[in-house]
């Protein structure tokens, strides 16, 4: 079964839609330098002290110092840290130490071949990959939540590759996710604003991404 990771949750009541129609993890965004869904660390500690426990609970991070990263992990508790910028391999290393439960995904933004590259070294530091629309290397970096997709033909290629489960995000919703599931084959499925209306998570969106999904 394909994994489903439903992300800018805003509150409990969010995060019970997605947990209902059959949410592997539901994702809990801090500050970032644009996208959507930023919640504040409070509202995510509440969210993630809330979820049940067969739920992950994924705190995304734009933070690339150590120390930051600790303390941030340390107050919202979540059961994974996605991490959407480029890390010092130190650090993984440091988050483990620190935190022998906790999961790293590493978000890999799919932007050209080189992409593969650092997907494949990432990959022996961490839990799982996340490839995912965006640019890193803007003025303002584009770290998530675009709304748009990528070339999937290369997110195959990373998949084929690496030895850690992946998770495909960018641009998914209930009418192009039989299409990425079948031509990528990932480990899970990441998105937001796919099932949002107004702003906010909309069920009948989500039950019918997941009755697409499975098709």
Known sequence: MIKVKICCIQSTAEAQIAINNGAYAIGLVSKMPSGPGVISDEKIREIANWAPNNIKTVLLT??????ELVMQIDYCNPNIVQLVDHQDTDTYETLKMIFPGLEIMQVVHVVDEDSTLLAKDVSHYVNYLLLDSGNPNLGTKELGGTG????????KEIINQVCVPVFLAGGLNPDNVSEAITKVKPFGVDLCSGLRLDERLDETKVKKFMENMNK
């Open 62 to 67: 734009s933070l690339q110092n150590a120390d």
């Open 148 to 155: 748009k997709t990528h070339n999937w033909e290369i997110s």
